[in-house]
């Protein structure tokens, strides 16, 4: 059975965003192929949650590749996509130390629907667990009103300098 939205779809402005893409990129550190955000929306501070979108185009890197002449959004990126407005969200307030979230783990993924290019993916995530070395959310995808993904994900905080010194042994 699918779970209620985080948070009432028909609440968001798309013509308002809070962070466009260049704030985005102020404290998200993907660029190229590997940006997943196009806007965030909303910030709820009280209850740890964010929304934000991402417009899907043709110039996506996996339309090619995945699947040639049916380009369907592989559940990856999906996932990736909620990674990053997760990451976004406990980078610009502060939730962890470190330089940025790092994945530490996904669990009761489900994929309920396809996306492909010309939609706009509505994402929702809220923090439910805080913890010093540790974050997770719940998320969720929505394109036109249909929950097309969703699940918990688990944020670690990733230090440069302390990976770097760990690779050079």
């Not at 192929?33 to 009280?46: F, H, I, P, S």
């Not at 990053?84 to 309920?112: C, S």
């Amino acid at each position: 059975m699918a779970p209620p939205p985080l948070y009432p779809l028909e609440m968001f402005d798309f013509d308002k965003p809070l962070f466009t893409l260049e704030e985005i990129r102020e404290v998200n550190p993907q660029r190229f192929e590997m940006e997943q955000l196009t806007a965030v929306l909303y910030v709820d501070r009280e209850r740890n949650g964010v929304v934000g979108y991402k417009d899907i185009t043709e110039n996506e890197f996996w339309v090619r590749g995945h699947m040639p002449g049916f380009a369907l959004m592989p559940g990856v990126v999906m996932c990736e996509c909620a990674a990053q407005l997760a990451g976004f969200y406990a980078r610009k307030f502060d939730l962890l130390d470190g330089d940025f979230l790092g994945f530490g783990g996904m669990e009761e993924v489900r994929f309920r629907g396809p996306i492909y290019p010309g939609d706009r993916l509505l994402i929702l995530c809220l923090c439910t667990r805080l913890k010093p070395r540790r974050s997770e959310f719940d998320f969720q995808g929505y394109v036109n009103g249909k929950l097309v993904f969703n699940g918990h994900l688990i944020g670690v905080p990733i230090h440069k300098e302390r990976a770097a010194a760990e690779l050079g042994d």
